[in-house]
């Protein structure tokens, strides 16, 4: 087969991402799958964003990347998580329908002329003098090119698990790829296991939907910035909960489950665990919510979010049975657990290629992480960093995205699967979903990721930006009879002194619609441009004080360490020195958040390098 720029092997949301990035870069791509028809397939919930993930995939979205978009052509209904709290934390989750989202993946994929599909098992990565150089197949064909992309999920070494059976596997259907993870051992990968797992699906027609408690939908909710074109029709998800009875059935099976018999070696997702583990780690609990999700409009099967479970069939139609609203349900596919190997990041440099073989580069679950949204986001990163043959990296004052990869290089997984949390970003004040095309487009532009209409409608919103909130700046009330009458009208206090319409944009209540009920010059902005006047003039002060510190932790990340340096220094412990030693951090920031390096190390260091000859 000719020759690409680079080889993807693997089709799902970090192989993706990475194809597609690369692609708009100019690159030739081949993607490498085992199945045509699995390209971009849910393995999971059919659901996209959640709690620092959407913020994720808005950010994905800013620098050009699918995710958003698939989501937006797929949704069935849509949700605000964490209004009652501050913007810093509030995020938002579709859930999708799983066929329409793979096809608008798949679609994405086989229409752009410099990506080539090709379905087949990789069985090596080919090497030229060290360096990856492109990748061999089971039928012995050869696929060159000067880069590869490994984003191979749970495939790799993958067994399935349910009760006492066990079979190879990278999800229910699809076969592992044992022979790569032999070779990749052999070129000298730290290999671990890890596992996740999946719910029992249920018939959508033996529910009692009157039973169950509906969610709220966000009719015109959607994650791109460029809108979507049409909107599907939507279907309501519900919820339901566990109780003692079904708790017990856990208790009376755990002698059958693999994740407590010693069948599965590999640690699970701590904040996404089974039912068993929540059973045992929780014992106090008498009820756990669940979530009776839709998985699409013209499929009967439902996602039971919440008992992800590997007990055998029978533990599991007990389980499902002793649920309010779900005691006649039929189980249209059983939960299982998936136990792969996955790849030590931190001998990943921050492009997310390989230190020790040139070339490779490595994104999504392979490196120890969960959900499509984590893994899409290393996809874009490992895509970019292939085609430009250099680092692509943000900042951690910059993108949720920049604080995951960091924390995956700098930091690893720490023996459980990686999961993006909001507590995760010191600056996350700055890094909300709303405001990540102002963060990001103009990186993506630059560097040839944005299309041109992308662009214009972000130059549109900064121009409508930038005049609204000169507006409200120079937009004065008097305290007079008739703007009294106003404020009582919205039930906030009059002004005594004469108040531009910034200064009264930082009391709680008033919004922009409420200023148009105050200032009858109030000029028309688009609701997304205006949620960004209100919020820069409203939390104006407390941004001011983010950029500063964010400041800080960009001089931080800018603040190399030789190469050299020896790090057996008057006022760092043994201990922290071999941490560092070990570790070999390119930045100040870098040692900063290594675990066990303490602040006064990093002071000592800060010193030692202002004494260094040339230092500024």
Request: include cysteine; hydrophobic fraction near 40%; charge should be positive.
């Given at each position: 087969?000719?020759?690409?720029?680079?080889?993807?092997?693997?089709?799902?949301?970090?192989?993706?991402?990475?194809?597609?990035?690369?692609?708009?870069?100019?690159?030739?791509?081949?993607?490498?799958?085992?199945?045509?028809?699995?390209?971009?397939?849910?393995?999971?919930?059919?659901?996209?964003?959640?709690?620092?993930?959407?913020?994720?995939?808005?950010?994905?979205?800013?620098?050009?990347?699918?995710?958003?978009?698939?989501?937006?052509?797929?949704?069935?209904?849509?949700?605000?998580?964490?209004?009652?709290?501050?913007?810093?934390?509030?995020?938002?989750?579709?859930?999708?329908?799983?066929?329409?989202?793979?096809?608008?993946?798949?679609?994405?994929?086989?229409?752009?002329?410099?990506?080539?599909?090709?379905?087949?098992?990789?069985?090596?990565?080919?090497?030229?003098?060290?360096?990856?150089?492109?990748?061999?197949?089971?039928?012995?064909?050869?696929?060159?090119?000067?880069?590869?992309?490994?984003?191979?999920?749970?495939?790799?070494?993958?067994?399935?698990?349910?009760?006492?059976?066990?079979?190879?596997?990278?999800?229910?259907?699809?076969?592992?790829?044992?022979?790569?993870?032999?070779?990749?051992?052999?070129?000298?990968?730290?290999?671990?296991?890890?596992?996740?797992?999946?719910?029992?699906?249920?018939?959508?027609?033996?529910?009692?939907?009157?039973?169950?408690?509906?969610?709220?939908?966000?009719?015109?909710?959607?994650?791109?910035?460029?809108?979507?074109?049409?909107?599907?029709?939507?279907?309501?998800?519900?919820?339901?909960?566990?109780?003692?009875?079904?708790?017990?059935?856990?208790?009376?099976?755990?002698?059958?489950?693999?994740?407590?018999?010693?069948?599965?070696?590999?640690?699970?997702?701590?904040?996404?665990?089974?039912?068993?583990?929540?059973?045992?780690?929780?014992?106090?609990?008498?009820?756990?919510?669940?979530?009776?999700?839709?998985?699409?409009?013209?499929?009967?099967?439902?996602?039971?979010?919440?008992?992800?479970?590997?007990?055998?069939?029978?533990?599991?139609?007990?389980?499902?049975?002793?649920?309010?609203?779900?005691?006649?349900?039929?189980?249209?596919?059983?939960?299982?657990?998936?136990?792969?190997?996955?790849?030590?990041?931190?001998?990943?440099?921050?492009?997310?290629?390989?230190r020790g073989v040139p070339g490779l580069y490595l994104a999504g679950q392979v490196n120890g992480t969960s959900g499509y949204e984590e893994a899409a986001a290393q996809g874009l990163v490992a895509g970019?960093?292939?085609?430009?043959?250099?680092?692509?990296?943000?900042?951690?004052?910059?993108?949720?995205?920049?604080?995951?990869?960091?924390?995956?290089?700098?930091?690893?997984?720490?023996?459980?699967?990686?999961?993006?949390?909001?507590?995760?970003?010191?600056?996350?004040l700055l890094l909300r979903e709303d405001n990540a095309d102002r963060r990001l487009m103009p990186r993506a532009r630059a560097l040839g990721l944005l299309g041109d209409a992308a662009w214009a409608r972000?130059?549109?919103?900064?121009?409508?930006?930038?005049?609204?909130?000169?507006?409200?700046?120079?937009?004065?009330?008097?305290?007079?009879?008739?703007?009294?009458?106003?404020?009582?009208?919205?039930?906030?206090?009059?002004?005594?002194?004469?108040?531009?319409?910034?200064?009264?944009?930082?009391?709680?209540?008033?919004?922009?619609?409420?200023?148009?009920?105050?200032?009858?010059?109030?000029?028309?902005?688009?609701?997304?441009?205006?949620?960004?006047?209100?919020?820069?003039?409203?939390?104006?002060?407390?941004?001011?004080?983010?950029?500063?510190?964010?400041?800080?932790?960009?001089?931080?990340?800018?603040?190399?360490?030789?190469?050299?340096?020896?790090?057996?220094?008057?006022?760092?412990?043994?201990?922290?020195?071999?941490?560092?030693?070990?570790?070999?951090?390119?930045?100040?920031?870098?040692?900063?958040?290594?675990?066990?390096?303490?602040?006064?190390?990093?002071?000592?260091?800060?010193?030692?390098?202002?004494?260094?000859?040339?230092?500024?």
């Amino acid at each position: 087969m000719a020759g690409f720029d680079i080889v993807v092997v693997g089709a799902g949301h970090a192989g993706a991402e990475a194809a597609l990035a690369a692609a708009r870069l100019g690159r030739r791509v081949a993607v490498v799958t085992l199945r045509l028809a699995h390209v971009g397939r849910l393995s999971c919930n059919p659901a996209v964003g959640g709690l620092a993930k959407g913020q994720l995939v808005r950010e994905i979205d800013a620098l050009g990347g699918l995710i958003a978009r698939a989501a937006d052509a797929s949704t069935i209904q849509f949700r605000r998580l964490n209004t009652r709290r501050g913007l810093a934390v509030q995020a938002s989750r579709a859930q999708v329908d799983v066929d329409r989202y793979p096809a608008a993946v798949r679609a994405a994929l086989a229409g752009d002329p410099r990506i080539t599909l090709v379905e087949g098992e990789v069985t090596a990565i080919r090497l030229d003098g060290g360096r990856a150089a492109g990748v061999r197949l089971a039928d012995g064909s050869e696929i060159p090119g000067r880069a590869v992309v490994l984003t191979t999920g749970t495939f790799l070494g993958g067994v399935l698990h349910r009760g006492e059976r066990r079979t190879p596997g990278g999800r229910l259907g699809d076969p592992p790829a044992g022979r790569l993870s032999a070779q990749l051992r052999a070129l000298g990968l730290r290999l671990a296991r890890l596992k996740t797992g999946t719910t029992p699906r249920l018939d959508a027609a033996t529910i009692r939907w009157d039973r169950l408690e509906p969610q709220e939908d966000v009719p015109g909710g959607h994650f791109s910035f460029t809108p979507p074109a049409r909107r599907l029709p939507r279907r309501r998800c519900y919820l339901a909960a566990t109780n003692p009875r079904t708790h017990d059935l856990v208790r009376g099976a755990l002698h059958r489950s693999p994740l407590h018999t010693g069948a599965i070696t590999g640690r699970g997702p701590r904040y996404c665990p089974s039912i068993e583990d929540k059973v045992v780690r929780f014992a106090d609990r008498e009820r756990h919510h669940l979530f009776v999700e839709p998985e699409g409009l013209d499929t009967p099967r439902v996602y039971l979010n919440g008992l992800s479970t590997s007990l055998p069939e029978p533990v599991q139609e007990d389980m499902v049975h002793s649920i309010a609203g779900l005691e006649e349900a039929r189980i249209l596919q059983y939960g299982y657990a998936v136990e792969y190997d996955m790849a030590d990041p931190r001998d990943l440099d921050r492009g997310l290629q390989h230190r020790g073989v040139p070339g490779l580069y490595l994104a999504g679950q392979v490196n120890g992480t969960s959900g499509y949204e984590e893994a899409a986001a290393q996809g874009l990163v490992a895509g970019v960093s292939a085609a430009l043959g250099e680092p692509f990296v943000l900042g951690r004052e910059e993108a949720y995205i920049g604080v995951l990869v960091d924390d995956l290089v700098t930091r690893g997984v720490g023996g459980e699967p990686y999961r993006m949390f909001s507590s995760r970003a010191e600056h996350r004040l700055l890094l909300r979903e709303d405001n990540a095309d102002r963060r990001l487009m103009p990186r993506a532009r630059a560097l040839g990721l944005l299309g041109d209409a992308a662009w214009a409608r972000f130059q549109d919103k900064l121009a409508a930006i930038e005049a609204g909130e000169a507006w409200a700046r120079g937009a004065r009330l008097l305290p007079d009879a008739e703007t009294t009458a106003r404020f009582e009208a919205l039930g906030s206090a009059p002004p005594r002194r004469p108040l531009t319409a910034a200064e009264l944009l930082r009391r709680p209540e008033i919004d922009w619609a409420a200023l148009g009920a105050l200032f009858p010059d109030r000029p028309d902005l688009d609701p997304e441009a205006a949620e960004q006047v209100v919020t820069d003039l409203k939390y104006e002060g407390y941004l001011a004080r983010e950029r500063a510190r964010a400041e800080h932790t960009r001089r931080m990340a800018a603040t190399r360490l030789p190469p050299d340096l020896d790090f057996r220094l008057p006022g760092i412990s043994h201990e922290v020195a071999e941490r560092l030693a070990a570790a070999r951090p390119a930045t100040l920031g870098e040692a900063a958040r290594l675990p066990g390096v303490t602040p006064a190390a990093i002071d000592v260091l800060a010193l030692v390098l202002a004494r260094r000859p040339g230092a500024a």
